[in-house]
């Protein structure tokens, strides 16, 4: 009797599993055709990138070769545009970071009535697209004779994403309590002092987060570097690829390929770098006694 009890539990246990497979298959098949839709483009530029001949088409290559990364692995196709996108990213990006942690600290720690509209009014800067002001901003750096400028061309795109850099840092340091620095003041550390050695080590992970945002915004920025950018020899990556596209609809599909892929490495390496050295969440274990 007591097989046959469990043997009837596990055939009522099986029905319900069986009947929550079927209905899972509808999901399974819509998650496994958008996973099509991200891997394709992506295979392409793998098999493009080793065939000599390709194509707009995805086709495995007939014969595997490195000629279209020798090809666009010189100084002036690559390796310049390639280390000018670092440094206007790079730049960008620390600017950005360094105001969006003097705007999120005061909006964090002091609460006033004028937080919240001042929160709404950023925000709303995220609304105006750049091809909109990109007209008179061309002016002003043309009358200010800014034009082909590295270090104005950073303080620009720093502008960019400064309000919603200003929103996730303001989020990240939220996390970290207050009376952490309320003991540091009564030791005597000034407001400054105590973002710099209590605050920020302890939202290093959030940084990061911002950093790479920012840094990735900035390394895709095509039109901005497009329009105050005018000589070559300053142009990023995302600008020179542009390069591979010839008149009358001629495309170097393969050094195209290749080149996007080196193109991808740098943002690839510091996602994992940053990934790595930020750990865990927030270290607050041990940072306050009971």
């Not at 666009?72 to 105001?99: K, Y």
């Not at 969006?100 to 001042?118: E, G, K």
Request: proline share 6%; with cysteine; hydrophobic share 55%.
């Amino acid at each position: 009797m007591t097989t046959a009890a469990q043997a009837s539990r596990r055939a009522r246990q099986a029905r319900p599993s069986r009947s929550r497979r079927r209905a899972r298959l509808p999901a399974d098949a819509a998650l496994l055709l958008i996973g099509a839709c991200f891997v394709l483009p992506l295979l392409w530029l793998v098999l493009a990138s080793l065939d000599a001949g390709a194509g707009h088409q995805t086709r495995v290559p007939g014969e595997v070769s490195l000629e279209n990364f020798a090809a666009v692995m010189t100084p002036g196709l690559l390796f310049q545009p390639l280390w000018n996108s670092m440094v206007l990213s790079a730049g960008t990006a620390a600017v950005n970071l360094a105001a969006a942690v003097l705007a999120a600290y005061p909006l964090s720690r002091y609460q006033s009535r004028f937080n919240r509209p001042f929160l709404y009014a950023v925000l709303f800067g995220t609304c105006l697209p750049v091809t909109a002001i990109m007209v008179p901003v061309y002016g002003l750096f043309v009358q200010l004779e800014l034009l082909d400028s590295m270090p104005a061309t950073i303080f620009f795109m720093a502008t960019t994403t400064l309000p919603m850099a200003i929103w996730m840092t303001k989020n990240f340091m939220d996390a970290v309590p207050v009376s952490l620095e309320e003991a540091a003041w009564v030791d005597g550390a000034s407001g400054l002092t105590a973002l710099r050695t209590i605050v920020l080590p302890l939202m290093r992970q959030g940084l990061g987060v911002v950093f790479i945002f920012v840094f990735i915004q900035a390394w895709g920025n095509f039109f901005v570097p497009f329009v105050l950018l005018l000589s070559e020899a300053r142009q990023p990556a995302a600008v020179s690829i542009f390069s591979f596209f010839g008149q009358h609809g001629a495309v170097a599909y393969g050094q195209l390929a290749a080149f996007s892929i080196l193109y991808s490495v740098p943002v690839l390496a510091l996602y994992v770098i940053v990934a790595r050295g930020a750990g865990s969440s927030f270290a607050l274990t041990g940072a306050m006694k009971g």
